[in-house]
């Protein structure tokens, strides 16, 4: 392993520090980005005069770190990652820390004590423990000293989940709702929120009444139509034959008319042929 030492050293660009047995950074104030330390043998990690990370702050994979401290650590301008570090149980080394104005604070391991006694402002904040760690005790904490617009907690220990956005007041009674609605699967509602709850119920039932009315309205109406149009259709034939029957008498007393009419024609004309046939015949006769 390497052995860091920068006695002097005020303000750094960016540190990254891997492979280590022991780090020696005594006056160190000010890291223009990020800040990491990976895959180190050291047991402590401390930097008693950092005030300001303008990037991240990330401690990964360290098998024996067993401490962190940064009391005089204010601001992480980025986010805080905190994973893999088996042997690290107390995360309350930031004393100071009271803003994170990054995207999240992410810890992930065997915590059983994480502090932030003087944050102020931050995003996301994520805690994934399997020790055993206080999840609602620090959750209430958080929420009570920190003001945001829109934060959320995240904290997960001894198999229980606990969720929540934090209000624009916060306080331990917005938390403890949010607890109660998240970590248990059967939920215990108060009576308020039971009223609440059965009238949205029976709202949802009338209106699905309402739709299933509707629903069956449709097709009455159509099945409706369908049949006038089936019994129209039926009559249609009907009709055309009478009116044809109708056109039809027409037309035959118009043709029996006009029979008749060229009989009589026929008739007078036969009547005059035979006139004048008697007429010839007398004369004749006479002559």
């Known amino acids: 392993g390497i052995n860091i030492s920068f006695p002097n050293l005020v303000i750094a660009s960016t540190v990254l520090l891997r492979e280590?047995?022991?780090?020696?950074?005594?006056?160190?104030?000010?890291?223009?980005?990020?800040?990491?330390?990976?895959?180190?043998?050291?047991?402590?990690?401390?930097?008693?005069?950092?005030?300001?990370?303008?990037?991240?702050?990330?401690?990964?994979?360290?098998?024996?770190?067993?401490?962190?401290?940064?009391?005089?650590?204010?601001?992480?301008?980025?986010?805080?990652?905190?994973?893999?570090?088996?042997?690290?149980?107390?995360?309350?080394?930031?004393?100071?820390?009271?803003?994170?104005?990054?995207?999240?604070?992410?810890?992930?391991?065997?915590?059983?004590?994480?502090?932030?006694?003087?944050?102020?402002?931050?995003?996301?904040?994520?805690?994934e423990c399997q020790g055993a760690l206080d999840c609602v005790s620090l959750l209430e904490k958080v929420d009570a000293q920190v003001s945001l617009s829109t934060p959320a907690w995240d904290c997960s220990a001894n198999s229980t989940q606990y969720t929540g956005t934090a209000t624009a007041t916060g306080g331990a009674a917005a938390l403890s709702s949010r607890r109660r609605f998240s970590s248990t699967s059967s939920m215990t509602l108060t009576s308020s929120t039971s009223s609440v709850t059965a009238t949205s119920m029976s709202t949802s039932r009338v209106s699905t009444g309402a739709k299933i009315r509707r629903g069956v309205g449709i097709p009455l109406g159509l099945i409706a139509l369908i049949g006038v149009g089936?019994?129209?259709?039926?009559?249609?034939?009907?009709?055309?034959?009478?009116?044809?029957?109708?056109?039809?008498?027409?037309?035959?007393?118009?043709?029996?008319?006009?029979?008749?009419?060229?009989?009589?024609?026929i008739l007078r004309s036969s009547r005059k042929l035979r006139a004048l046939v008697w007429k010839v015949n007398m004369m004749r006769k006479q002559s």
């Open 20 to 127: 280590c047995e022991d780090i020696f950074l005594p006056v160190l104030t000010n890291i223009g980005n990020d800040l990491r330390l990976s895959d180190n043998s050291i047991l402590v990690f401390s930097t008693p005069k950092l005030g300001l990370i303008s990037g991240s702050l990330q401690f990964s994979s360290n098998q024996y770190l067993r401490r962190v401290d940064f009391p005089s650590l204010v601001t992480v301008a980025g986010n805080i990652l905190v994973t893999h570090n088996p042997m690290l149980l107390n995360l309350s080394g930031f004393g100071s820390l009271a803003h994170i104005p990054g995207d999240e604070i992410s810890f992930t391991g065997n915590f059983s004590y994480v502090e932030f006694p003087s944050l102020l402002d931050g995003s996301t904040l994520s805690v």
């Open 230 to 265: 089936i019994f129209i259709w039926k009559e249609e034939p009907q009709r055309r034959w009478i009116l044809g029957d109708r056109m039809n008498l027409k037309d035959r007393r118009k043709l029996r008319n006009k029979k008749m009419l060229g009989n009589r024609r």
